[in-house]
């Protein structure tokens, strides 16, 4: 079971991208998720797959910017 908040997004424009995180940082009372980006890598993942490794992915910046 993940108790992490994810969204994942695909075919977004980079422009398209940014304006949609801008705004949902924007809303303070939304939680605080992962966001993630659909590659073509990524396109072939089992969907469990993905959010294991997004959410190690997201443990490790963590710990890497308590180290700073």
Do not use: C
Request: proline letters at 3%; aromatic letters at 8%.
């Amino acid at each position: 079971m993940i108790d992490k908040k994810i969204i994942i997004v695909n075919g977004f424009t980079e422009d398209e991208l940014k304006e949609f995180i801008l705004w949902y940082k924007k809303n303070e009372k939304l939680p605080k998720p992962i966001f993630a980006v659909i590659t073509e890598h990524s396109i072939e993942w089992k969907v469990k797959d993905l959010l294991n490794e997004l959410i190690k992915e997201d443990e490790e910046i963590k710990k890497q910017r308590q180290n700073k």
